[in-house]
């Protein structure tokens, strides 16, 4: 029985592989890419963009869950207008990033990052964390805590609590079962992420192709599965000098600010804290106006 359910499995993917995961990330693919750059480290190759090399001040920008870089672009491309040094890149499972055949842990992505900044011989960043980016740059801190100058989080999911599970492990029937399930509606399912959905029209198609790139599914699972507690990572951050800004659209749908407020005031209470009016989960997108004049003229002024 279960050879016939890995056969079914396996001619269902196939069927299936002219329209979803059917795009290989290797040097092929590399080559088709005519922006940015790659970077091999030890779990793959990192895609990444930056601009203002020479430039005394560094942002690092971390997206999201499942949305690559180009979420960050409308501020990227203000910081980089006002000479700030701007780094974006897309973590392991993500964009242009490999998706290697490992545990997708906050460590991993953490390291990822620290690693392409040794790379770029950058010893200070202000990080801003994008919703499950919090949880990076949270790692980032607790790994590398000299190279932080500043933490913002937006729309952060860094203080929520998860129950860690025993078997972290990603199995083809799950990979199957999202597949299926999942990726008729999910890029739709990405306009939940605004207040005003009906502003952004187009912004399901750039991820449909997303779910081209084979292994993005198993990513996303195991992002998840390997969610843990961070709270011991932020009570360092409390403790140490370094400065903390959260950010939040005011109606956040997706990380909901008083199903956490109470645990964020224990953990962070001498956070700086901002909500951007008219807004859910990308503030930055959906009122960039109000959330630029935050960050350029009070957090890094």
Same mark, same amino acid.
């Given at each position: ?25 290797? #040097?092929?693919? $590399? ?21 203002? $090399? ?34 974006? =890149? ?15 842990? #906050?460590? =991993? ?25 919090? $949880? ?6 607790? =790994? ?27 199995? +083809? ?7 299926? #399930? &999942? ?7 990405? =306009? ?14 750039? @991820? +449909?192709?997303?779910? &081209?790139?084979?292994?993005?599914? $198993? ?13 011991? +990572? ?22 909901? @600010?008083?199903?956490?407020?109470? &645990? ?21 997108? +959906? ?15």
């Amino acid at each position: 029985m279960f050879k016939k359910i890995i056969l079914f499995i396996s001619i269902f993917i196939s069927c299936t592989s002219s329209q979803y995961e059917y795009i290989v990330k290797n #040097d092929n693919f $590399r080559k088709t890419i005519n922006s940015g750059y790659f970077l091999e480290q030890s779990n793959g190759y990192t895609y990444y963009n930056i601009d203002n $090399r020479n430039a005394k001040n560094t942002l690092v920008f971390i997206h999201g869950f499942s949305v690559p870089s180009y979420i960050w672009e409308k501020t990227y491309n203000s910081a980089k207008d006002k000479g700030f040094r701007v780094i974006s =890149l897309d973590l392991y499972g993500r964009g242009f990033s490999d998706n290697p055949q490992v545990k997708y842990t #906050d460590e =991993l992505f953490a390291k990822q990052v620290i690693g392409l900044l040794e790379h770029l011989e950058i010893n200070k960043a202000v990080f801003l964390g994008l919703s499950n980016g919090g $949880r990076v740059i949270t790692k980032i801190n607790d =790994l590398s805590p000299n190279l932080v100058e500043k933490l913002i989080y937006v729309a952060s999911s860094s203080f929520g609590n998860h129950l860690e599970l025993e078997n972290k492990n990603v199995t +083809e029937k799950e990979i199957f079962d999202f597949i299926n #399930d &999942k990726y008729p509606s999910i890029s739709i399912g990405q =306009l939940s992420d605004f207040k005003y959905p009906e502003n952004y029209p187009d912004w399901p198609n750039r @991820y +449909e192709n997303l779910l &081209k790139y084979k292994g993005f599914a $198993r990513a996303l699972i195991s992002t998840v599965k390997n969610h843990t507690n961070l709270d011991s +990572e932020i009570k360092e951050i409390h403790n140490s000098n370094v400065k903390v800004y959260t950010i939040w659209g005011d109606s956040d749908s997706v990380i909901v @600010y008083k199903n956490i407020e109470e &645990k964020l005031n224990k953990l962070l209470p001498n956070r700086f804290e901002y909500f951007v009016p008219n807004t859910g989960h990308l503030p930055h997108i +959906e009122n960039q106006e109000n959330f630029e004049n935050y960050l350029f003229q009070v957090i890094l002024k």
